[in-house]
């Protein structure tokens, strides 16, 4: 028995980190996206590099942010995660 609460403690763990990291990636999503608009429609310059990044980082903060939003939230969040792909 103290084996599966040491393991839950674990996995508890390792979301809240996964969770942090997902709000720094979203932190960095948000100045990308910032940045790629305003050089966009400012100075009509377009970055398809930075384009790409937004890609990543997008798919980084939902596949490392799901664990911590079940745990957070519980079955609603992995609720809406099924749905949108049944």
């Known amino acids: 028995m103290r084996s599966l609460i040491y393991i839950e403690r674990l996995f508890n763990k390792i979301a809240d980190a996964l969770g942090w990291l997902s709000s720094?990636?979203?932190?960095?999503?948000?100045?990308?996206?910032?940045?790629?608009?305003?050089m966009r429609y400012v100075f009509n310059d377009v970055s398809i590099a930075f384009q790409e990044m937004e890609w990543h980082l997008f798919s980084a903060v939902f596949l490392l942010g799901v664990p911590y939003a079940i745990k957070a939230g519980?079955?609603?969040?992995?609720m809406c995660f099924m749905s949108a792909y049944l």
Do not use: E, M, P, S
Request: charged share 5%; no cysteine.
């Open 24 to 38: 720094i990636l979203f932190l960095l999503l948000l100045a990308n996206v910032v940045y790629d608009v305003v």
């Open 74 to 78: 519980g079955t609603y969040a992995w």
